[in-house]
């Protein structure tokens, strides 16, 4: 089945540097990686999600790669801000294995200002 | 605009002695999923309804039960919890079961077990 590896699990910046995580996965059929971010005690709420047929989507300082043949996907924040603040887990879905979200075991992200 | 309402948010219960979860959605979606997600892990999936059917997660425990009686709500009951049991327990939606449509999540509902 399908394993989904998240790293870093903690990462620490300054405020308005940028923030990269990386996620990594097992299966070539996934085709669907969406990103979460949860703040302590809220749900998780979708931030972007990218899909196989784009290597590349931004959505404001948010910004998600995808590199099929390597099978890693990376979240890129720049210009992070202390309400950036939060976990945030990579997912990956393999339509073979039904609705599933496979989740990376998260990142817990810091920003100080 | 709560789209995927969880009651209760907080509820506390006895070893042993069953409780039940609920959800409601607005979006009329086709799929509703039941996660755990213990303290500093990721969400685990429990099982999910396609309409009204059924699918369980392989190494979900049987002591975890769900029903839908409509569109709208689905359940979790869980038939005597134990203190391993006790988690966020998260219901998400999506509007079909390609595997592609975004996932929605409730507010969840914290569960203790004393």
């Known amino acids: 089945g399908e394993n989904v590896e998240q790293h870093p699990s903690t990462l620490s910046v300054q405020e308005g540097d940028s923030a990269v995580i990386k996620c990594t996965y097992s299966?070539?059929?996934?085709?669907?990686f969406p990103w979460y971010k949860q703040e302590l005690g809220k749900r998780p709420q979708l931030i972007i999600d990218i899909r196989s047929n784009v290597g590349e989507k931004k959505d404001q300082r948010i910004a998600v790669t995808l590199n099929k043949t390597a099978k890693h996907f990376s979240l890129h924040i720049t210009e992070t801000q202390p309400e950036d603040s939060a976990v945030y887990f990579c997912a990956a879905s393999n339509p073979q294995a039904g609705t599933a979200l496979i989740f990376g075991k998260g990142t817990t992200l810091s920003v100080s200002s | 605009d709560a789209m995927v309402i969880q009651n209760p948010r907080y509820q506390v219960t006895q070893f042993g002695k069953p409780v039940t979860l609920s959800c409601s959605q607005t979006?009329?979606?086709?799929?509703m999923y039941w996660y755990q997600q213990k303290s500093s892990q990721a969400p685990k999936l429990l099982f999910h309804y396609y309409d009204k059917d059924f699918n369980n997660e392989a190494d979900t425990p049987d002591n975890f039960q769900s029903r839908r009686p409509n569109t709208s709500f689905c359940f979790l009951d869980i038939r005597s919890p134990g203190l391993g049991d006790a988690a966020m327990y998260l219901c998400a939606t999506s509007r079909d079961s390609r595997g592609l449509e975004t996932q929605y999540f409730g507010p969840g509902t914290r569960l203790l077990v004393l």
């Open positions: 979006l009329n979606h086709n799929v």
């Open positions: 299966d070539s059929a996934s085709n669907y």
